[in-house]
Each structure stands twice: as structure tokens, then as C-alpha cells.
């Protein structure tokens, strides 16, 4: 028993022991060794030395920003076509695939039957209208009085309704083109029975095409109108380009995203709709603006921060940034023209560092 306390009091004297030398070492190290001031407190590196830094001058430039986004591609103008009658199909009058015209006859539906009614009803008008004339005579002799006259004329009134009508169903056995532009697969044959559920093909308009996409919030302020967009699709290496046409009038409130829609000619049909689609989008150019280095900004528990060197000490700054490019960041506040912001050694750096300047060239 006895040997055992021993082995525990031992190996509880040389855990104390460690840790006591490491305290010991730390205060060292943050002291920049015995008698000496570290950078950390104000003092200067290894040696009595300042930190050597590289930095820049903050100076003002026109910044014209653009962000990169994702969209998709959509048809300018899309319908799924189908009939609104139910009949057989007696005619197919387009290729798969294909352009048409708009007003163009793409299908025909069986209309016998519906021939047959306005033949009917137009034999029935002719009538009518012939004992509305007599009527109209008999009326000037005084031979039959104004309501016997104005039951033939409402007779009449009612088959001329009729024929309308009828000729208004006829019409619905074509289908036609609502707009110029290309048909895709058909799912119909000659002689199948369709019905207003039946779809019958797509008809796409793609030239020009739509880039739909959407752009966070905190850029709208910066959007203008007719906005130049280039973009990229996946297995081209050709950049595209379009204009801002429309601009939806809120913002998403589940996403803070507002939706936009350009214009691209597509003359070429190289641009499917339904593709992906790389987008980059000019916003306005800001006058007067600050950009500094992005590795130079810190972030912090309450926002950014920069190093800055005043008399030859790092001062730290809070900033408030914006757009950032691919390899600077746009400083709405928090720093002035002529400071010296420091772009290196921001991990080793503290508050009245004594710092060594090297400023690069433009």
C-alpha cells in the first residue's frame, strides 16, 4: 500500500512540475523573454526589432462592381399545346421539331358534325331572314301589328346568335400556332381520339431566351436599369451576353433575394432553355471609392476590422464593407484617403505594434 501512495504522490509532483514550467515558459514567450516587452504588449519583436509589414496607401478610384450569380435559361415565349375539344384527329400539319409561323395550322380534329349543325342553322337563318322581310313590308301596309314583326326579327336575331356560335366551335377542331417558333415531339397519331388533357407537343420561342436569376438584397441599392449580364453554360466555352428587361417589384421575404429576368439573342440556338447558366451582372459605378487588398480585412466578433500604421504603431480600425471582387474588397467607412493600411502579418499583429512599413507599388 504503502508503495503505491508513493507512486501517486510522485506522479502528482512531476504533473505539477510540468505544468508549472509551462506557465513559466508562456510568460516567457508573451514577455519577449526575461526583461524584454513582446509585441503583444506594445513592445517589439525579436531583438528590439519592429515588425516587418507590407501595406498600402488608401486612395479613391471609380469601382464599377459586378457579382457573379446563378440562373437558368428559359424559352422567351412556351405552350404546351393542346385541344380544347375532344375528336379524332384528321390532320397533322407539322414536323417534330420544326419552326412554324404563328397562325399556322398545326393539327385538325374531326368537325363533320359540327359542319352539319351550321349548315343547318344557316339554312334555318335564310328563312328567318326571308320572313323578317316580309314582315317588314306587311308592317309599312299596317297588315300586322309591331309585335308580330318583332317576334320574326328576334327569331332571326336568335339563328344569327347561333351560327356564331357554332362557327366559334368549328374553329376550335384547327389548332394553330399562337406564335412563331419551334415545335418539339409530338404525342398524338393520326386517328387517335383526343380530349382537352391530351398534350400534343411544345411550342418554344427561342430567340431571344430569358436569363431568369435572382441577386441578394444588399445589392439592389447598386442594380440600374438595362444592366449589361455575360454568362457561361456548362460545355461551351463562348461568353454570352444580355440586358436587364424586367425587374420583379419586391423582394423574396423567404429568401432576401430579388428575382431579375435579361434578354440574350439566340440566333444560333446554342442557348437550351432549362440550362445552367454562370451569370455576371453589372451594377453601378461607385465614385470615389475605397478598395483595399481582402486578405487585409480581419473579421471579428462584431464585424471587420483592418490594421492600419500611425508613427510607425498598428492602430486597428472597424470598417463597414461591401462588394468584394476576386481579390479586393470595397470599405464603405471606417477608413480615410492617405492611411496606411497594412495587408500582412495581421495573425502576429496587436494593437501599438511597433510595425516596419513596406509600402507596395501601385
Known amino acids: 500500500m504503502k508503495k503505491r501512495y508513493i507512486f501517486y504522490l510522485v506522479l502528482a509532483l512531476g504533473l505539477a512540475y510540468l505544468v508549472y514550467y ?15 516587452a513582446g509585441p503583444g504588449k506594445g513592445g517589439k519583436g525579436k531583438g528590439g526589432a519592429p515588425l516587418n509589414v507590407d501595406g498600402i496607401i488608401a486612395a479613391t478610384s471609380d469601382f464599377s462592381s459586378n457579382i457573379d450569380i446563378t440562373g437558368s435559361i428559359e424559352a422567351n415565349e412556351a405552350v404546351t399545346l393542346r385541344s380544347e375539344v375532344a375528336g379524332l384527329v384528321t390532320g397533322i400539319y407539322f414536323k417534330e421539331g420544326s419552326n412554324v409561323s ?12 359540327i359542319q352539319a349543325q351550321l349548315r343547318e342553322v344557316i339554312t334555318r337563318q335564310n328563312l328567318s331572314a326571308s320572313n323578317e322581310n316580309r314582315a317588314k313590308q306587311l308592317l309599312a301596309k299596317g297588315a300586322i301589328s309591331q309585335e308580330e314583326y318583332d317576334t320574326s326579327l328576334a327569331e332571326l336575331q336568335a339563328l344569327k346568335s347561333q351560327v356564331q356560335l357554332i362557327r366559334a366551335q368549328l374553329a376550335k377542331t ?8 419551334k415545335v418539339g415531339l409530338r404525342n398524338i397519331s393520326m386517328g387517335e381520339y383526343i380530349t382537352p388533357n391530351t398534350t400534343i407537343a411544345n ?33 461551351s466555352n463562348k461568353t454570352f451576353s444580355g440586358k436587364v428587361f424586367a425587374i420583379e417589384p419586391g423582394i423574396n421575404q423567404t429568401t432576401r433575394t430579388l428575382q431579375i429576368k435579361a434578354l440574350a439573342q439566340n440566333a444560333s440556338g446554342e442557348l437550351l432553355p432549362g440550362s445552367f447558366a454562370k451569370v455576371k451582372l453589372s451594377l453601378s459605378t461607385i465614385k470615389d471609392a475605397i478598395l483595399i487588398p481582402t486578405e487585409a480585412v480581419i473579421p471579428v466578433l462584431k464585424g471587420k476590422v483592418v490594421y492600419i500604421s500611425k ?8 470598417v463597414e464593407t461591401g462588394t468584394r471582387t476576386a ?18 502579418g495581421a495573425m502576429a499583429l496587436k494593437p501599438d505594434a511597433d510595425v516596419k512599413v513596406k509600402i507596395a507599388k501601385k
Open 311 to 318: 508613427n510607425g504603431k498598428a492602430q486597428q480600425m472597424p
Open 102 to 113: 404563328k397562325g399556322a395550322a398545326l393539327v385538325k380534329i374531326n368537325d363533320r358534325d
Open 22 to 36: 509551462r506557465i513559466t515558459e508562456n510568460k516567457k514567450i508573451e514577455g519577449g523573454g526575461p526583461g524584454g
Open 203 to 235: 411550342l418554344l420561342s427561342t430567340n431571344p431566351v430569358k436569363i431568369n436569376f435572382s441577386i441578394p438584397e444588399k445589392y439592389v441599392s447598386q442594380l440600374k436599369s438595362n444592366s449589361d449580364i455575360s454568362f457561361n453554360i456548362d460545355g
Open 174 to 181: 384547327t389548332i394553330i400556332a399562337p406564335f412563331s417558333g
Open 327 to 344: 481579390d479586393k474588397i470595397l470599405v464603405l467607412s471606417g477608413l480615410n484617403v492617405g492611411d496606411t493600411v497594412l495587408t500582412t
